[in-house]
């Protein structure tokens, strides 16, 4: 018999420039399996006429029962857009229906080896790469899950992580916990700073597979574990806890982040929209958390937090 081919809704959204990440992400909310960001040739490296400018993002969902609701969704959310960005041109988008779209070739266009903070490399297991003597180079191949560095969010926690390593000597003796591992790229990069043990957890079976062959790939199976869970259920505590999530995820998890968070403990949370930053940092800072540090990229921030000692 004929291999039967996944049926998949393919769907192509043109946006202005500055919605095109908070549209990506919101997709990656929905559960597409994969997005790609077309950006216009003509930008390149300059400044000049990008705030005009209108770029294609393309998302692939199944087509399943539930496919209607997630496309109302994305209606409503594009209106919203449209009311908090009235100056810009409205986000609009077309479908079509597709079998069995091929993932791995379509990443190999977009991923390509990128230099984050001061010594991270990140790089698709098919580019060459010649490093220098103080790069620490991270091979990944990200399948169907997210995370390869080229989102802001992922570089902010990156240069967030890198930070805190190279600033806290015992940092080859900490635990830390990767909430929502996707990839596992922020797990290994942990890993490779030197971090003695690290815990990537993702409900998503997918994303677990992925992580462990990435984890495989660059030599750090001693020191990651994969775990397919949900982090609430998490047990232990953590000298670091790195949440590149949403918004909405960060503060539903919160109880649980704070109570596996040592004292003198850090929080890493990022994949936060400009316009939800206060809520988060608000919530966070209530339980005795303290505000460490900010980085932020266009309309996403990285909040790190430093958890209090307990008083005797």
Known sequence: MPETKEKWLEITLSAPFELCDALSNFMEELGTQGVFQEEPEENGFNDTGTADAVEE??????????????IALLDNYIRGLSDLFPDLETPSFT???IADPDWGERWKKYFKPLKIGRNIIIKPTWERYSPTSRDIVIDIDPGMAFGTGQHPSTRLCIIAIEDIALKNRTFEKWNVLDIGTGTGILAICAAKMGAGRVAAVDLDPKAVEIAGINVSINGVEDSVGIINRDASMCEGTFELIIGNLTAATLMKLQPSIISMMKPDGYLVASGIIDRDAKNVEKLFRAEGVMLHDIKSEEEWVCYVLKKGKVEN
Not at 57 to 70: F, M, N, Q, S, V
């Open 57 to 70: 993002i393309k998302a692939y969902l199944p087509l399943d029962r539930g496919t209607d609701k997630k």
């Open 95 to 97: 479908r079509k229906k």
